[in-house]
């Protein structure tokens, strides 16, 4: 085993694609955290940690299903329900164990799972693990979609998309995704990660395409980025969240959210509902990247930059990293189209004058580097 581990990691010190998990000290201009609305530094969110930690202890002790299962949970559905106006939610300890417990839950062999091509790991993760037939679909591709669901022999299908996708931040189609599911018999997933607290003032792509009451459309989210907590959830029917409580092994077989990151989350979408300003202020800060950097303008947050091999994309970051800049640099697995990027965020609680001068930095440092295609 040592020599294996050994010879692996000379493979991607080779291919550029070594990763680190190390704390980043120093002053630095933070343009890769998904703290979309700057709220994880909230006073506010703060309190309602510390708030729900002196009430309810550090941790939620035992799984939902046990006796893991607090005020603070309910109060935290009640909330992502006002927010994205679902009609039901269920709390999952991580974004992750979210996407893992609807499609377990609702894969087996008579469900088709059609994944968008994009999708997150942990989509793909939970399909495997579904035991479900998968097929991935190309990405936003509606008639390639609607084909596979017409020559579908399961009884049941399931469609999973991202609203705004983590990597390229783009938008998809969900109104023509549900229309097709509608049309079809089939159950439309869309993650939100990356749509609540940005998408919709706030409330998500799902709500501004007038489906938040859509029995056929469940969405998943994370309460990490935009919330600014830790933590995750299934939003749908209450036959759904029924559902999930008794067959959702992620659900069932995990502890409970921690109380603390539960509270922050409730105050968070309190906060979004409250200043919409807030989420303004993300397409404000996209626009001024964008434009300065000469891409299109991404649909939400997320800003994604070509920058060519993997190991030219970490020079750049690393350079960036030294002259106080931190940005996301993404490279193969993690980049569906296999191009290297730097992935900057639009966080609301960017100054212009903080965005002007890191998105200078890198027009200088891309114009000294050549770009290899
Ligand atoms: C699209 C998408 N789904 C799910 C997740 C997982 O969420 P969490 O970090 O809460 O596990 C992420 C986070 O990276 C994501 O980008």
């Not at 269920?90 to 893992?100: K, M, P, Q």
Request: proline share 5%; glycine share 10%; net charge neutral.
């Amino acid at each position: 085993m040592q020599d294996w581990l050994a010879a692996q990691a000379r493979v991607r010190a080779r291919r550029g694609i070594i990763r680190h998990a190390v704390p980043r000290t120093g002053a630095v201009l933070d343009l890769a955290s998904n703290d979309y609305l700057g709220l994880a530094a909230d006073p506010r969110l703060q309190a309602a940690a510390v708030a729900a930690v002196e009430r309810y202890g550090t941790g939620a002790r035992a799984s939902r299903v046990v006796t893991g299962t607090h005020a603070v949970h309910a109060e935290l559905e009640a909330e992502l329900c006002a927010l994205t106006g679902r009609p039901a939610a269920l709390a999952f300890s991580s974004g992750y164990a979210a996407n893992l417990g609807i499609l377990t839950a609702l894969g087996g062999p008579g469900t088709l799972i059609l994944n968008d091509e994009h999708v997150h790991a942990s989509l793909i993760d939970a399909a495997r693990l579904s035991r479900s037939p998968v097929e991935d679909f190309p990405h936003g591709d509606m008639d390639a979609l609607k084909q596979r669901l017409a020559a579908r022999s399961q009884p049941r299908a399931v469609v999973v998309i991202e609203s705004i996708y983590s990597v390229l931040g783009d938008a998809a189609d969900v109104s023509a995704a549900a229309r097709l599911c509608a049309e079809h018999d089939a159950l439309l997933v869309v993650d939100e990660a990356h749509g609540i607290g940005v998408a919709g003032r706030g409330r998500g792509a799902v709500y501004a395409a007038g489906l938040a009451g859509a029995e056929h459309v469940a969405v998943t989210a994370t309460l990490s980025k935009a919330l600014g907590s830790q933590g995750g959830a299934v939003l749908g029917s209450p036959a759904l969240r029924e559902h999930l409580v008794n067959t959702a092994r992620s659900f069932i077989f995990d502890t409970g959210l921690a109380p603390a990151a539960a509270a922050a989350a409730a105050q968070a979408c309190r906060i979004i509902a409250d200043e919409p300003e807030r989420v303004a202020a993300v397409g404000h800060n996209a626009a001024l990247i964008a434009a300065a950097l000469g891409v299109d303008q991404a649909a939400g947050a997320v800003q994604s930059v070509p920058a060519g091999s993997p190991r030219h994309a970490a020079e750049l970051a690393a350079r960036l990293e030294d002259a106080g800049v931190l940005v996301g640099c993404f490279r193969p697995p993690s980049v569906p189209d296999g191009i290297s990027r730097l992935r900057l965020t639009a966080r609301a609680d960017l100054a212009p004058e903080q965005l002007r001068n890191a998105t200078g930095l890198i027009n200088t440092l891309l114009s000294r580097m050549e770009v290899p295609a």
